[in-house]
């Protein structure tokens, strides 16, 4: 029953105009996507976005679904990932990924990408102006921007067996997800430090809001897939992270916990007391010590639900198999390095600088708290936290904490490099950065799961992209070796 | 009674060896010190200028 799980992040990123009197988010966001696009931008195809609709089975009355702003800019790139503004941020989404690792790599291309375009907008600015970016989730203000993770999910298995195992999970998880915030937001209790960036900002356990009275679990169903066979599960209930580690466990995990739950392997119920509570409770104990209310009687920590949840994945790789999750290699990989984060979660959380942010970016600010004697609500904490986060790579905190060594990185620089341009060849985001690649001019209008193409002659050709694993590079690779037109291209497909 | 006594005293050869592991540490510590001190120099370098007024600038509009 357990689909592969297909995974791609997307990111708002936080955005600063430098040195303007009157700084417009929106078109800072815009000229950091104009600048970055060399070759003529895709115009994205609307048709069937659908945020309204609640996977629940109904739409909603009086909820308020995010708007889709259609006048905004919009881009795909030869990636195969969507570059565009939303709620005046610059977003990112990652191409379609089939594993953890190959999404870590995307996901730092992503930052390159941002890079690159702050680099490019300098170039149309005034001088003394500066467009930064920052990739957090809060002004430590009351805003928050998010970062979602997106998994390919079975229809058939009900919505709410889902709901009942990701509370638990996304309450807990924030232990090795979460990317540390100075203080509490949103009415949450007064904290100095906390684990993640998010916590406060939950205030419902499930629902279809985004920006306001956000749930821990989203119902937004938009497959962009075969919607009979796939569910998109549409997680916002994570944080931005920079270090390669927390990204890889990040979604390592919640891919293999989805596959599990799809095939019935959680046996006992792990459900806690008060979801929206306990998530600011775990958030708010960098000592991760706390205890959380389980609904069938008993506390326990944080760590120990995730132990729970690692014996059930341990149980489902030896049943199973992790074919469903990137395969044996990674999907060890992710067994065993959650295995050794967990231990060092329960002895000493120190011991996890430089693979965990929450932790990286704690040791910094005790470090400048020591040296300096300064307080828990010295501004210059925040502006640490802050500059943690910084896109720009001589600006950035944790940049200088890579180049100083203190840093463990799962992917080769070189790697990520390409991945800018180059499309994952595991997943249909092959097909779609391939075609971008080769024939720019002739692509009217691009979905996650449609293309549409100008052959040159009427009418416009719409090619359905339903599979996302179909359009991989073993796929549809000798296809573009063989066709040397759009024409020839959908003439084969056709066929 | 004789256990105790040997648990109290260790033998002088003991001792010596245990008064040089006690003194090691510092001289690592040190060069840990050293090179925290050098990061956090780095970072100072590169630190915005004012930090309340860049903090207090630094505002979101809400996003997803």
Redesign the interface.
Known sequence: MAVPKVCGIET?Y???LRGAADAN?VLASSMLINGYVEHRKIGWDFDDESPGRDARGFARDGAAP?EVETHLVNTVLTNGARYYV????P?YSTPECADALELVCADKAGERVLSRSMKAARRLLPAGQEIVVYKNN????G????C?ENYLVDRSLPFASLVRHLLPWFVTRQIFTGAGKVGAENGANAVDFQISQRADFFEEEVGLE???KRPIVNTRDEPHADPQKYRRLHV?AGDANLCEVATFLKVGTTAIVLALIEDDFVDKDLSVVGPVAAIRVVSHDPTCRATIELAEGGTCTAVELQYEFLRLARKYADETGLEACGGETVGGMILDRWETVLGALERDPAALEGQLDWVTKLE?LR??VE?DGISWD???L???D??YHDIRP??S?YE??VR?G?VERLVDEDDVVEAMTEPPGSTRAFFRGRCLARWADAIVAANWDSLILDVGSDPLRRIPMMEPLRGSRAHVEALFEECTTPAELVARLAS | MPEREQKKKPAPKEREAEAAEVEAPPKQGEKIKE???D??D??DS???EN??E???????????
């Open positions: 708002e936080g955005v600063a988010p995010p939303d709620h005046a941020h977003e809060s002004d430590g203000k805003n928050s921007y998010g979602h985004t920006t306001l916002i910094l470090a400048y040296r010295d501004p210059k925040s502006l640490l802050l500059q001589e600006r905190l200088k904490l100083a203190k | 090179e925290l001190d990061l956090l780095e970072i590169v630190l915005e930090a309340e860049f903090v207090r600038n630094y505002v979101q509009k809400g996003g997803e």
